[in-house]
């Protein structure tokens, strides 16, 4: 029998985190690969959230999120933004923040569409594009070394003005950026608002990587900029908030224009999203200040320690500004091949995982990638130190 695949997927491939994970597991590689927390989120969440499922809150929510939830993500986006949010009307819970992106995709983009987005781009965008029969139009962000030695990824503006045009519907963009780990600056954000406006284009900001910003990195949120609040969707996570990746709770919140094409989509997607689990993130959005403090500065510890052994074992090292990547260039070692190769040879004969930096860069753009790889850091101090262990190798 032979069922063959849907067009819109079958040029699809197992996605490169699934792959990663899978070549780790079978060689015993420590996984910096998938970027996934070994560790636990806040107890007062998972307290919230065992009460709630015996207390049987364990049927369908409302489809755009419980009350509890969409106000709780109201009080945050106030508190930290200053943003004024109708519960009712601009905010939207959704299975993770893929499907507020899908959703969004779905609900406010026809075939044809043109989508800029700046590549390396996170590995679900393209498909998304694909799905819904949009067009990307990809600028590229790369490398360039500071005086200092220190490494930016950048883009040229104009490159970034000349892929706006009339087709021209959205302008995807992710801050705190995954994989590069840059966080836009206030001026280059208001370039993207700029163009933006010009083109007269909705704006959807992935800044699910919010809370994980280092000393010296500040995070705007595009929507706070002017002229910006009414054309921009910002999705949010807990995953990444709160180390729940598996808990799949996430939002796109925006004007109730937006909204509603997030929501007349996700309805027929998932309808709903996990009932007792959207009690304990409203509980979880609701910790105090120090939460988030305690949870940039561990992970500016764990930053701090992986950059130092990838250097160490000879790597050249983008220290990330946000998120919890770091890109490195391998091209010290002399490793003969490129990323792939690389990638898998680190797996299977050294014993640590990373991504290959090709796969979230378009065929054009994949040889900007060719000597860099993804770690990540969002791992306990012992599994970092095992992974340190193993790196050392290469310096043999
Ligand atoms: N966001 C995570 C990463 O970038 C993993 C996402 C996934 O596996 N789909 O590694």
Redesign the pocket.
């Known amino acids: 029998m032979n069922f063959p695949l849907a067009h819109r997927v079958s040029g699809f491939g197992l ?1 490169i ?2 792959e990663m994970s899978r070549l780790a597991a079978e060689h015993g590689a420590v996984n910096l ?4 927390p070994d560790f636990d989120g806040p107890e007062p969440a998972k307290d919230a959230a065992s009460a709630a499922i015996r207390a049987g809150q364990n049927q369908y929510a409302p489809t755009t999120g419980t009350p509890a939830l969409r106000q709780a993500i109201a009080r945050h986006a106030r508190r930290f933004y200053g943003q004024d949010l109708d519960p009712e009307a601009e905010i939207t819970v959704t299975s993770g923040a ?1 499907e507020a992106m899908l959703a969004a995709f779905l609900g406010l983009l026809n075939p044809g569409d043109e989508v800029v987005m700046f590549e390396p781009y ?3 965008y393209v498909p998304h594009c694909a799905m819904v029969g949009a067009i990307p139009r990809l600028v590229p962000l790369r490398p360039q070394a500071k005086a200092d030695g220190a490494i930016e990824w950048v883009f040229d503006p104009d490159e970034l003005a000349a892929a706006f045009n009339a087709r021209t519907r959205l302008c995807l963009l992710n801050t705190p950026h ?2 590069t780990g840059k966080v836009f600056s206030e001026a280059e954000l208001r370039l993207i608002a700029e163009l933006c406006q010009r083109w007269d284009v909705l704006a959807l900001s992935d800044e699910v990587y919010e809370h994980l910003v280092y000393p010296g990195a500040r995070h705007t949120r595009l929507a706070a900029l002017p002229g910006m609040a009414e054309r921009t969707l910002t999705v949010g996570s807990s995953g990444k908030i709160f180390n729940f990746t598996g808990w799949k709770i996430g939002w796109a919140i925006g004007p109730a224009a937006l909204s509603l094409g997030v929501r007349r989509a996700h309805q027929y997607i998932t309808f709903c999203s996990a009932t007792p689990l959207q009690g304990a993130v409203a509980a979880a959005l609701d910790l105090d200040d120090e939460y988030y403090q305690a949870l940039a500065a561990d992970y500016t510890g764990k930053r701090d320690y992986l950059t130092g052994v990838l250097r160490a074992a000879g790597l050249r090292v983008s220290v990330p500004q946000g998120t919890y ?1 770091c890109m490195a260039d391998f091209s010290p070692l002399g490793f003969d091949g490129d990323d792939v190769d690389f990638c898998r040879w680190l797996t299977t004969a050294i014993g640590v995982a990373a ?1 290959p930096a090709s796969a979230m860069y378009a065929e054009a753009a994949k040889p900007l990638a060719r000597h860099w790889a993804r770690f ?1 850091f969002c791992k306990r101090p012992e599994t970092l130190a095992a992974a340190a262990e193993r790196l050392q190798r290469l310096r043999r």
Request: net charge negative; charged share 5%.
């Open positions: 996605t985190f699934s690969g998938q970027g996934f893929t996170f590995d679900s995954n994989p990547f991504i990540a």
